[in-house]
Protein backbone atom coordinates (compact mmCIF):
# COMPACT_ATOMS: atom_id res chain seq x y z
CA UNK A 1 0.00 0.00 0.00
CA UNK A 2 1.03 3.10 -1.10
CA UNK A 3 1.76 5.82 1.31
CA UNK A 4 0.03 9.62 1.30
CA UNK A 5 1.46 12.39 -0.45
CA UNK A 6 0.97 15.50 0.65
CA UNK A 7 2.99 17.58 -1.62
CA UNK A 8 1.93 16.08 -4.84
CA UNK A 9 -1.69 16.40 -3.17
CA UNK A 10 -0.91 20.19 -3.06
CA UNK A 11 0.39 20.28 -6.27
CA UNK A 12 -2.87 18.67 -8.24
CA UNK A 13 -4.60 21.27 -6.39
CA UNK A 14 -2.65 24.18 -7.57
CA UNK A 15 -2.56 23.01 -11.38
CA UNK A 16 -6.54 22.96 -11.06
CA UNK A 17 -7.08 26.08 -9.58
CA UNK A 18 -4.50 27.86 -12.31
CA UNK A 19 -6.84 25.49 -15.08
CA UNK A 20 -9.78 26.75 -13.43
CA UNK A 21 -8.57 30.53 -13.82
CA UNK A 22 -7.38 30.42 -17.00
CA UNK A 23 -10.41 29.17 -18.33
CA UNK A 24 -12.39 31.66 -17.23
CA UNK A 25 -10.00 34.26 -17.95
CA UNK A 26 -10.32 32.80 -21.45
CA UNK A 27 -14.44 32.76 -21.23
CA UNK A 28 -14.26 36.43 -20.27
CA UNK A 29 -12.42 37.41 -23.25
CA UNK A 30 -14.30 35.01 -25.54
CA UNK A 31 -17.41 36.92 -24.57
CA UNK A 32 -15.84 40.22 -24.25
CA UNK A 33 -14.81 39.45 -28.33
CA UNK A 34 -18.10 38.77 -29.33
CA UNK A 35 -19.74 41.26 -27.59
CA UNK A 36 -17.00 44.08 -29.12
CA UNK A 37 -17.25 42.31 -32.73
CA UNK A 38 -21.37 41.74 -33.15
CA UNK A 39 -22.26 45.32 -31.09
CA UNK A 40 -20.82 47.62 -33.50
CA UNK A 41 -22.10 47.51 -37.86
CA UNK A 42 -21.36 50.00 -40.57
CA UNK A 43 -22.84 50.93 -43.62
CA UNK A 44 -21.79 52.10 -46.61
CA UNK A 45 -22.40 55.14 -48.56
CA UNK A 46 -24.58 53.39 -51.14
CA UNK A 47 -26.84 51.98 -48.45
CA UNK A 48 -29.08 52.14 -45.39
CA UNK A 49 -30.05 49.57 -42.89
CA UNK A 50 -33.32 48.39 -41.23
CA UNK A 51 -32.78 47.78 -37.58
CA UNK A 52 -34.42 45.25 -36.06
CA UNK A 53 -35.79 44.73 -32.01
CA UNK A 54 -36.57 41.09 -31.87
CA UNK A 55 -37.76 40.81 -35.18
CA UNK A 56 -39.43 44.14 -35.28
CA UNK A 57 -38.32 46.91 -37.63
CA UNK A 58 -37.47 49.98 -35.24
CA UNK A 59 -35.34 52.51 -37.27
CA UNK A 60 -33.47 53.07 -40.64
CA UNK A 61 -29.70 54.04 -40.37
CA UNK A 62 -27.92 56.07 -42.59
CA UNK A 63 -24.25 55.56 -43.66
CA UNK A 64 -21.98 55.20 -41.10
CA UNK A 65 -20.27 53.51 -37.85
CA UNK A 66 -23.77 52.33 -35.59
CA UNK A 67 -24.25 50.40 -32.30
CA UNK A 68 -26.66 47.53 -31.87
CA UNK A 69 -27.08 45.55 -28.85
CA UNK A 70 -25.91 41.86 -29.75
CA UNK A 71 -28.60 38.81 -29.70
CA UNK A 72 -31.35 41.13 -29.68
CA UNK A 73 -31.04 43.54 -32.22
CA UNK A 74 -30.02 42.76 -35.77
CA UNK A 75 -29.60 44.59 -38.94
CA UNK A 76 -30.39 44.32 -42.65
CA UNK A 77 -28.43 45.85 -45.69
CA UNK A 78 -30.25 47.44 -48.61
CA UNK A 79 -29.18 49.04 -51.87
CA UNK A 80 -29.91 52.26 -52.40
CA UNK A 81 -28.33 53.11 -55.81
CA UNK A 82 -30.05 53.03 -59.20
CA UNK A 83 -30.32 49.17 -60.23
CA UNK A 84 -31.92 47.34 -63.35
CA UNK A 85 -32.63 44.59 -64.86
CA UNK A 86 -33.44 43.02 -68.65
CA UNK A 87 -36.92 42.08 -70.40
CA UNK A 88 -36.74 40.44 -73.50
CA UNK A 89 -32.80 39.31 -73.20
CA UNK A 90 -29.36 37.96 -71.33
CA UNK A 91 -27.23 41.45 -70.55
CA UNK A 92 -24.54 39.19 -70.14
CA UNK A 93 -24.23 38.32 -73.66
CA UNK A 94 -27.10 39.73 -74.96
CA UNK A 95 -28.85 36.33 -76.35
CA UNK A 96 -32.86 37.10 -76.99
CA UNK A 97 -34.94 35.66 -74.61
CA UNK A 98 -38.79 35.11 -76.99
CA UNK A 99 -40.60 33.86 -74.13
CA UNK A 100 -39.87 37.78 -72.81
CA UNK A 101 -39.69 39.45 -76.01
CA UNK A 102 -42.08 38.20 -78.53
CA UNK A 103 -44.99 40.21 -78.41
CA UNK A 104 -47.97 40.56 -80.78
CA UNK A 105 -49.24 44.41 -81.59
CA UNK A 106 -52.97 45.51 -82.28
CA UNK A 107 -52.66 44.57 -86.08
CA UNK A 108 -51.85 41.05 -85.38
CA UNK A 109 -48.33 41.07 -86.02
CA UNK A 110 -45.36 39.44 -84.02
CA UNK A 111 -42.42 41.42 -83.03
CA UNK A 112 -39.16 41.04 -80.58
CA UNK A 113 -39.38 43.92 -78.27
CA UNK A 114 -36.24 44.28 -75.58
CA UNK A 115 -36.63 46.47 -72.28
CA UNK A 116 -34.24 47.75 -69.67
CA UNK A 117 -35.88 48.35 -66.56
CA UNK A 118 -34.02 51.08 -63.82
CA UNK A 119 -35.44 50.77 -60.04
CA UNK A 120 -34.81 51.77 -57.06
CA UNK A 121 -35.31 51.05 -53.52
CA UNK A 122 -37.90 53.62 -52.04
CA UNK A 123 -38.75 52.52 -48.85
CA UNK A 124 -36.01 50.00 -46.83
CA UNK A 125 -38.59 48.42 -44.31
CA UNK A 126 -41.02 47.74 -47.28
CA UNK A 127 -38.36 46.26 -49.48
CA UNK A 128 -36.71 43.79 -46.64
CA UNK A 129 -39.98 42.93 -44.70
CA UNK A 130 -43.22 43.62 -47.03
CA UNK A 131 -42.08 40.72 -49.81
CA UNK A 132 -39.95 37.57 -49.87
CA UNK A 133 -38.68 39.18 -53.16
CA UNK A 134 -39.97 42.50 -54.28
CA UNK A 135 -38.03 42.44 -57.46
CA UNK A 136 -39.25 39.59 -58.67
CA UNK A 137 -42.99 41.13 -58.08
CA UNK A 138 -41.16 44.38 -59.92
CA UNK A 139 -40.35 42.00 -63.19
CA UNK A 140 -43.61 40.01 -63.70
CA UNK A 141 -45.48 43.43 -63.24
CA UNK A 142 -43.59 44.79 -65.89
CA UNK A 143 -43.60 41.69 -68.04
CA UNK A 144 -47.21 42.33 -67.74
CA UNK A 145 -47.56 46.08 -68.40
CA UNK A 146 -45.20 45.94 -71.06
CA UNK A 147 -47.33 43.27 -73.56
CA UNK A 148 -50.33 45.17 -72.59
CA UNK A 149 -48.83 48.32 -74.09
CA UNK A 150 -47.00 46.59 -77.15
CA UNK A 151 -50.87 45.18 -77.88
CA UNK A 152 -52.42 48.63 -78.23
CA UNK A 153 -49.84 49.90 -81.06
CA UNK A 154 -49.70 48.48 -84.54
CA UNK A 155 -46.10 47.16 -85.59
CA UNK A 156 -45.16 50.85 -87.43
CA UNK A 157 -45.26 52.42 -84.33
CA UNK A 158 -43.48 49.56 -82.34
CA UNK A 159 -41.07 50.02 -84.86
CA UNK A 160 -40.58 53.82 -85.88
CA UNK A 161 -41.92 56.17 -84.40
CA UNK A 162 -43.99 55.47 -81.25
CA UNK A 163 -41.26 53.95 -79.24
CA UNK A 164 -41.24 57.20 -76.76
CA UNK A 165 -44.95 56.73 -75.94
CA UNK A 166 -44.62 53.39 -75.29
CA UNK A 167 -41.81 54.00 -73.10
CA UNK A 168 -43.70 56.52 -71.00
CA UNK A 169 -47.01 54.44 -71.01
CA UNK A 170 -44.98 51.29 -69.85
CA UNK A 171 -43.77 53.32 -66.53
CA UNK A 172 -46.81 55.19 -65.88
CA UNK A 173 -48.20 51.98 -65.93
CA UNK A 174 -45.57 50.10 -63.86
CA UNK A 175 -45.66 52.51 -61.60
CA UNK A 176 -49.38 52.50 -60.19
CA UNK A 177 -49.35 48.88 -60.39
CA UNK A 178 -46.23 48.69 -58.08
CA UNK A 179 -48.31 51.12 -55.94
CA UNK A 180 -50.81 48.72 -55.63
CA UNK A 181 -48.61 46.22 -54.20
CA UNK A 182 -46.55 48.73 -52.08
CA UNK A 183 -43.04 46.65 -52.30
CA UNK A 184 -40.51 49.49 -51.17
CA UNK A 185 -39.74 49.82 -54.86
CA UNK A 186 -39.85 53.29 -57.24
CA UNK A 187 -39.42 52.61 -61.32
CA UNK A 188 -36.82 55.28 -62.63
CA UNK A 189 -36.56 54.67 -66.31
CA UNK A 190 -38.04 52.16 -69.08
CA UNK A 191 -35.83 52.14 -72.10
CA UNK A 192 -36.40 50.07 -75.48
CA UNK A 193 -33.36 48.52 -75.91
CA UNK A 194 -34.39 46.88 -79.22
CA UNK A 195 -37.28 46.10 -81.26
CA UNK A 196 -37.24 44.06 -84.86
CA UNK A 197 -39.51 41.65 -86.72
CA UNK A 198 -39.17 37.87 -85.36
CA UNK A 199 -37.58 36.38 -88.25
CA UNK A 200 -34.82 37.30 -91.00
CA UNK A 201 -37.59 37.15 -93.70
CA UNK A 202 -40.05 39.63 -91.68
CA UNK A 203 -37.17 41.87 -90.93
CA UNK A 204 -36.36 41.74 -94.55
CA UNK A 205 -40.58 43.34 -95.61
CA UNK A 206 -39.84 45.67 -92.80
CA UNK A 207 -36.75 47.20 -94.52
CA UNK A 208 -38.39 47.19 -97.73
CA UNK A 209 -41.10 48.92 -96.32
CA UNK A 210 -39.91 51.60 -95.18
CA UNK A 211 -37.23 51.83 -98.07
CA UNK A 212 -41.00 52.35 -99.86
CA UNK A 213 -41.47 55.18 -97.57
CA UNK A 214 -38.59 57.02 -97.97
CA UNK A 215 -39.33 56.98 -101.51
CA UNK A 216 -42.98 58.66 -101.05
CA UNK A 217 -41.08 61.16 -98.80
CA UNK A 218 -38.77 62.03 -101.38
CA UNK A 219 -41.45 61.97 -104.29
CA UNK A 220 -43.66 64.15 -102.25
CA UNK A 221 -40.59 66.20 -101.31
CA UNK A 222 -39.29 66.78 -104.88
CA UNK A 223 -43.15 67.31 -106.13
CA UNK A 224 -44.04 70.25 -103.41
CA UNK A 225 -40.17 71.62 -104.77
CA UNK A 226 -41.88 71.19 -108.96
CA UNK A 227 -44.52 72.65 -107.38
CA UNK A 228 -42.93 75.71 -105.41
CA UNK A 229 -40.83 76.34 -108.29
CA UNK A 230 -43.87 76.21 -111.28
CA UNK A 231 -46.67 77.82 -109.11
CA UNK A 232 -45.36 81.81 -108.86
CA UNK A 233 -44.63 81.86 -112.65
CA UNK A 234 -48.34 80.49 -112.64
CA UNK A 235 -49.80 82.64 -110.67
CA UNK A 236 -48.28 85.65 -112.68
CA UNK A 237 -49.69 84.06 -115.64
CA UNK A 238 -53.15 84.04 -114.89
CA UNK A 239 -52.57 87.46 -112.88
CA UNK A 240 -51.88 88.99 -116.88
CA UNK A 241 -54.58 86.95 -117.91
CA UNK A 242 -56.95 88.28 -116.14
CA UNK A 243 -55.97 91.71 -116.22
CA UNK A 244 -55.82 91.36 -120.14
CA UNK A 245 -59.31 89.84 -120.03
CA UNK A 246 -60.43 93.15 -117.35
CA UNK A 247 -58.91 95.16 -120.09
CA UNK A 248 -60.77 93.77 -122.83
CA UNK A 249 -63.79 93.71 -120.92
CA UNK A 250 -63.48 97.63 -120.09
CA UNK A 251 -62.61 98.32 -123.99
CA UNK A 252 -65.57 96.38 -125.09
CA UNK A 253 -67.95 97.89 -122.73
CA UNK A 254 -66.86 101.18 -123.40
CA UNK A 255 -67.43 100.68 -127.55
CA UNK A 256 -70.97 99.15 -126.74
CA UNK A 257 -71.75 102.08 -124.70
CA UNK A 258 -70.06 104.46 -127.27
CA UNK A 259 -72.24 102.83 -129.85
CA UNK A 260 -75.51 103.32 -127.42
CA UNK A 261 -74.67 106.66 -127.09
CA UNK A 262 -74.50 107.38 -130.85
CA UNK A 263 -77.42 105.27 -131.34
CA UNK A 264 -79.55 107.25 -129.02
CA UNK A 265 -77.95 110.99 -130.39
CA UNK A 266 -78.91 109.38 -134.48
CA UNK A 267 -82.48 108.52 -132.76
CA UNK A 268 -82.59 111.72 -131.72
CA UNK A 269 -82.45 112.85 -134.64
CA UNK A 270 -84.26 110.80 -136.73
CA UNK A 271 -86.97 111.36 -134.05
CA UNK A 272 -86.82 115.09 -135.24
CA UNK A 273 -86.38 114.61 -138.68
CA UNK A 274 -86.95 111.10 -140.12
CA UNK A 275 -86.56 111.91 -143.80
CA UNK A 276 -83.86 113.64 -143.82
CA UNK A 277 -82.07 110.93 -141.46
CA UNK A 278 -83.05 108.54 -143.53
CA UNK A 279 -81.28 110.38 -146.42
CA UNK A 280 -78.77 110.63 -144.78
CA UNK A 281 -78.25 107.68 -142.95
CA UNK A 282 -78.40 106.01 -146.67
CA UNK A 283 -75.86 107.86 -148.37
CA UNK A 284 -73.58 107.14 -145.56
CA UNK A 285 -74.34 103.27 -146.16
CA UNK A 286 -73.73 103.69 -149.60
CA UNK A 287 -70.37 105.61 -149.19
CA UNK A 288 -69.12 102.79 -146.96
CA UNK A 289 -70.48 99.86 -149.82
CA UNK A 290 -69.12 101.49 -152.60
CA UNK A 291 -66.40 103.69 -151.62
CA UNK A 292 -64.75 105.82 -154.37
CA UNK A 293 -67.42 105.39 -156.70
CA UNK A 294 -69.15 108.00 -158.43
CA UNK A 295 -72.75 107.87 -158.87
CA UNK A 296 -75.67 109.75 -159.97
CA UNK A 297 -78.60 109.48 -157.79
CA UNK A 298 -82.22 110.63 -159.52
CA UNK A 299 -84.50 111.23 -156.43
CA UNK A 300 -87.76 111.66 -158.85
CA UNK A 301 -90.92 109.76 -157.89
CA UNK A 302 -89.42 109.11 -154.56
CA UNK A 303 -87.27 106.51 -155.67
CA UNK A 304 -83.53 106.40 -155.29
CA UNK A 305 -82.12 105.16 -158.37
CA UNK A 306 -78.28 104.80 -158.55
CA UNK A 307 -76.37 105.55 -161.92
CA UNK A 308 -72.77 104.77 -161.83
CA UNK A 309 -70.57 106.97 -163.83
CA UNK A 310 -67.67 104.38 -163.82
CA UNK A 311 -67.94 100.61 -164.47
CA UNK A 312 -67.62 97.92 -161.09
CA UNK A 313 -64.87 96.20 -160.53
CA UNK A 314 -66.99 93.15 -161.96
CA UNK A 315 -70.18 92.08 -162.64
CA UNK A 316 -70.50 89.83 -159.19
CA UNK A 317 -68.85 92.63 -157.20
CA UNK A 318 -71.56 95.18 -158.90
CA UNK A 319 -74.34 93.05 -158.27
CA UNK A 320 -73.52 92.47 -154.84
CA UNK A 321 -73.07 95.96 -153.97
CA UNK A 322 -76.50 96.87 -155.47
CA UNK A 323 -77.85 94.55 -153.72
CA UNK A 324 -76.45 95.20 -150.25
CA UNK A 325 -77.28 98.99 -151.29
CA UNK A 326 -80.97 98.10 -152.09
CA UNK A 327 -81.12 96.27 -148.68
CA UNK A 328 -79.77 99.14 -146.62
CA UNK A 329 -82.20 101.32 -148.55
CA UNK A 330 -85.03 99.18 -147.70
CA UNK A 331 -84.19 98.75 -143.58
CA UNK A 332 -83.80 102.87 -143.79
CA UNK A 333 -88.07 103.19 -145.28
CA UNK A 334 -89.08 99.84 -143.03
CA UNK A 335 -87.56 102.07 -139.97
CA UNK A 336 -88.78 105.15 -141.04
CA UNK A 337 -92.19 103.14 -141.81
CA UNK A 338 -92.73 102.09 -138.41
CA UNK A 339 -91.32 105.09 -136.55
CA UNK A 340 -94.03 107.27 -138.67
CA UNK A 341 -96.77 104.61 -137.16
CA UNK A 342 -95.28 105.04 -133.77
CA UNK A 343 -95.29 108.78 -133.92
CA UNK A 344 -99.27 108.27 -135.30
CA UNK A 345 -99.95 106.02 -132.85
CA UNK A 346 -98.76 108.72 -129.77
CA UNK A 347 -100.58 111.63 -131.36
CA UNK A 348 -103.74 109.64 -131.31
CA UNK A 349 -103.63 108.53 -127.51
CA UNK A 350 -102.94 112.18 -126.99
CA UNK A 351 -105.61 113.20 -128.73
CA UNK A 352 -108.12 110.87 -127.29
CA UNK A 353 -106.76 112.41 -123.70
Do not use: W
Amino acid sequence: MESFNPDLEQKVKSAAKRARRFVTVGAVMAVLLVLSTGSFYNIEEQEQAVLTTFGKAVSVTAPGLHFKIPLIQRVQKVNTTIQGFALGYNQEDNASQEEDSLMITSDYNFVNVDFYIEYKVSDPVKAVYASKDPVLILQNISKSCVRTVIGSYDVDSVLTTGKNEIQSKVKDMIIRQLDRHDVGLQVVNVTIQDSEPPTVEVMEAFKAVETAKQGKETAINNANKYRNEKLPGAEAQIDKIMQEAEAEKTRRVNEANGEVAKFNAMYEEYVKNPQVTRQRMFYEAMEEVLPGLKVVIDGTNQTNTILPLDSFTGAEAGSTAAVRAQEQGSKRDTLGQADEETKQAADDEIGEE
